[in-house]
């Protein structure tokens, strides 16, 4: 079956555009986690849903970062006014439930570029 | 701060030879932890786990060793295979939580 997507797969932008980020999760998987690896750094935890409750945020890591997740399935991951800093490869995984023992499907990223 | 690390950014093994990648972790509520495979260009693909309530946990030629004491594990790959070569990662979560931590990975290179 189809795994996760994510579009674009590169993105490049000037510093102060806003950006959105989208992610297709697994049919049928209720929690869907967004990541971001920086350059020699490990995977960063953003934010996570699951199925109708409050998504957990305490990853974001500034008010410019937001994320919805329409309809329990797709999500999109929207950075504001962007900075050089938040280059990165932005990664999208879903699982059929949430935290253990159920492992999490990866997409393959959206690499941003803010120049 | 980082709470689990790979303090090795990179492995280069022999074909047929053992890799062993190592991991280590500062939080002892950490009760999951998982290991996975990148290569180039795509997403991380989840390759083994291991519960705290066990040391180990093997799966063909991939064995994963938890040391709770030290709060450390290893995962072995045996033989190596030169398609083995990519990043791994491992991560931990705990208690059944939403978050899981990362380390920065390892580069690994199986020559042929």
């Known amino acids: 079956g189809a795994g996760v997507s994510q579009s674009p797969s590169n993105k490049v932008t000037e510093k102060g555009k806003d950006v959105e980020l989208r992610c297709d999760p697994i049919s049928g998987h209720t929690a869907l986690y967004w990541y971001r690896q920086s350059l020699g750094q490990g995977l960063e935890f953003l934010i996570y849903f699951q199925g109708n409750s409050a998504p957990d945020k305490s990853g974001l890591p500034s008010d410019r970062f937001s994320a919805e997740r329409t309809g329990g399935s797709v999500s999109t991951l929207t950075i504001q006014r962007t900075q050089q800093e938040d280059s990165a490869v932005y990664l999208c995984?879903?699982?059929?439930?949430?935290?253990?023992?159920?492992?999490?499907?990866f997409g393959p990223g959206t690499r941003l570029t803010v120049t | 701060d980082q709470q689990v690390k790979q303090n090795s950014p990179s492995l280069s093994v022999q074909e047929g030879r053992i890799s062993i990648l190592n991991c280590d972790y500062t939080n002892s509520m950490f009760d999951y932890f998982l290991w996975y495979k990148k290569y180039p260009a795509e997403g991380p693909t989840f390759l083994i786990s291991?519960?705290?309530?066990?040391d180990k946990n093997e799966d063909g030629r991939f064995t994963v060793f938890l040391n709770k004491s030290a709060k450390h594990l290893s995962l072995h790959i045996v033989p190596s295979q030169p398609g083995d070569s990519a990043v791994y990662f491992c991560?931990?979560?705990?208690?059944?939580?939403?978050?899981?931590?990362f380390g920065t990975g390892t580069s690994l290179t199986v020559i042929p």
């Open positions: 991560a931990a979560s705990e208690g059944g939580g939403n978050q899981f931590y």
């Open positions: 995984a879903s699982s059929l439930n949430s935290g253990s023992p159920y492992e999490q499907y």
């Open positions: 291991i519960s705290s309530i066990k």
